[in-house]
């Protein structure tokens, strides 16, 4: 495929033309199975593979395949608390950084960076391509006169909210700047754009703030960690991860084919947040069963997650109430989401816990609901009830028994499960789901499994009942 020799997956539809035409051409062309065989073929379709990672995210997300890079110190700051960074990495690791640049379609950081460090983003190579710079800031506060205003080299789109200061909008337009309005400004919108413009690969260079809802956003794909021997303290000293939200260990998002190669004096540590298309997910700082994965056969999987799907009903957002017993009263629920948040903070002797369970309660839809309940956990840790952490599971049992015991044809959809896995595919939760990389827990699936086995252990006994033979004296 490539002058250098390295090979390349031939398809039916290019036999023949194609390679003889390249050949023609003075390019080595190694065809694998044919030229290259045996480990050698898998090595070279290995390579194969890691060179097309961008278009295999971009066909397999239908967003552009997206490395988040930062340079953090020992003590894991991305800068003083003064917001002084450069430099964090060394020049060694910052080269490199600019030859990821030339490789990709876009970089991208938010306004903070931009007020900060007053950025070029190029990749500072003579002739060769440099990315273009996107800016994300919904204030648009930014300065009149920054590097990323000149747009000889390669382009600049500002992206924001709407209305956001028309009159640096105008200024910026006069520089040649591209404005684009949203009318709330995500990180999933701004992907979304970049895939409308036909980007494969972009590069995050932001700090934390960004770089979190990013990640929450599932738009991130790779991750580059460049890790200084460099101790700089600081409490405020910004981190390359903001606020995600978690509040235990088992919810860590974990990279897998991950590889660690030393840079200068810095260490790179690289790895991927969803599994490369095609590839065998290789993750070896996973030290809990993979309980996913332990099955090779697809068929005897049922993934759910979202309520709309086919077994969505299995999904604790799924709307079907349910009454549960506290304190001798017995009390209503929108769905079991609404009873699992509330419970959070049930039996709590305090106001404002008081206060929370009966706002869960209210909220209007299951997302509302957990939302207020991860929230209020979030910011009131101090308030859940006494062992939390150790009682969930049980008290999510409980309403999920309730649950498929109220409505016979849930109970009858789980049955018709027979013994298949179950696994609760969200993304985002690696407890009650299996997570992005698909390594999760699965806690909700393997509740359900547990409670099927109940529901068959009685049917068994029923089936036996009527089965014996009356008698007819
Ligand atoms: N060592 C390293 O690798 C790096 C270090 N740095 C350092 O980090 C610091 C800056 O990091 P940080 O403060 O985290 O800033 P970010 O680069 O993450 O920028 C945050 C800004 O992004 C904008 N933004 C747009 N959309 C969103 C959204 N949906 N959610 C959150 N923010 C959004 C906002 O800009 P607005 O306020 O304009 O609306 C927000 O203030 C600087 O000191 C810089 O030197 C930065 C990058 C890399
Ligand atoms: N401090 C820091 C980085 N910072 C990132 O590089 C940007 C500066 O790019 P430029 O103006 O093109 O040189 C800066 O705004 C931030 O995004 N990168 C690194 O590899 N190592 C470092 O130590």
Not at 75 to 102: C, F, P
Not at 160 to 189: M, Y
Request: hydrophobic share 40%; glycine share 8%.
């Amino acid at each position: 495929m490539v002058d250098h020799g390295m090979p390349c997956v031939r398809r039916k539809h290019f036999r023949g033309k194609a390679i003889t035409a390249l050949r023609k051409a003075g390019i080595i062309v190694d065809v694998l199975g044919e030229d290259t065989v045996g480990d050698r073929a898998q090595e070279a379709l290995e390579a194969c593979q890691y060179v097309n990672i961008p278009l295999l995210y971009t066909a397999t997300h239908q967003l552009p395949f997206s490395v988040l890079k930062y340079a953090m110190t020992l003590d894991g700051k991305i800068a003083t608390s003064t917001g002084h960074s450069s430099w964090v990495s060394s020049k060694l690791s910052r080269q490199r950084v600019l030859e990821t640049r030339g490789r990709s379609n876009a970089v991208i950081v938010g306004g903070n960076t931009v007020r900060r460090d007053d950025p070029r983003l190029t990749a500072r190579q003579e002739n060769c391509h440099s990315p273009v710079r996107i800016v994300m800031s919904r204030g648009l506060d930014l300065p009149e006169e920054a590097n990323l205003w000149d747009v000889s080299i390669t382009p600049t789109i500002v992206m924001t909210q709407r209305g956001a200061r028309n009159d640096l909008q105008k200024k910026l337009a006069s520089k040649g700047v591209e404005i684009v309005e949203f009318d709330f400004l995500t990180p999933r919108d701004v992907m979304n754009y970049c895939y409308d413009c036909g980007f494969l690969s972009v590069l995050w260079e932001c700090g934390g703030t960004l770089s979190a809802p990013a990640i929450s956003a599932g738009v991130i794909h790779k991750v580059m960690a460049f890790v200084a021997p460099k101790i700089i303290g600081g409490v405020r000293a910004p981190s390359p991860v903001g606020e995600l939200g978690f509040l235990e260990m088992t919810q860590a998002l974990k990279l897998s084919n991950v590889s660690y190669e030393q840079v200068g004096p810095d260490l790179l540590i690289s790895g991927y947040l969803y599994p490369i298309p095609g590839m065998q997910v290789d993750a070896p700082m996973w030290e809990e069963a993979p309980y996913v994965t332990g099955s090779n056969d697809e068929k005897s999987v049922i993934y759910f997650h979202k309520t709309w799907g086919f077994f969505g009903a299995f999904s604790t957002f799924s709307p079907h109430p349910v009454s549960m017993e506290n304190d001798g009263k017995r009390i209503s629920w929108h769905s079991v989401e609404h009873y699992y948040q509330a419970q959070k903070f049930n039996g709590v002797k305090d106001r404002m816990a008081e206060k929370f369970a009966k706002d869960i309660q209210a909220a209007d839809c299951p997302e509302k609901a957990a939302w207020l309940g991860k929230n209020f956990a979030r910011q009131h840790p101090d308030l859940l009830q006494p062992d939390w952490q150790q009682r969930r599971t049980g008290i999510m049992y409980e309403a999920l028994a309730k649950k498929f015991s109220l409505y016979p044809d849930l109970r009858n959809l789980l049955l018709s499960t027979n013994s298949r896995l179950l696994v609760n595919s969200s993304p985002f939760d690696v407890y009650w789901g299996c997570g992005r990389n698909g390594m999760g827990l699965n806690q909700l699936g393997k509740l359900l499994m547990k409670l099927r086995a109940e529901f068959e252990a009685v049917e068994i006994v029923k089936l036996h009942k009527s089965s014996i033979p009356k008698y007819s004296g």
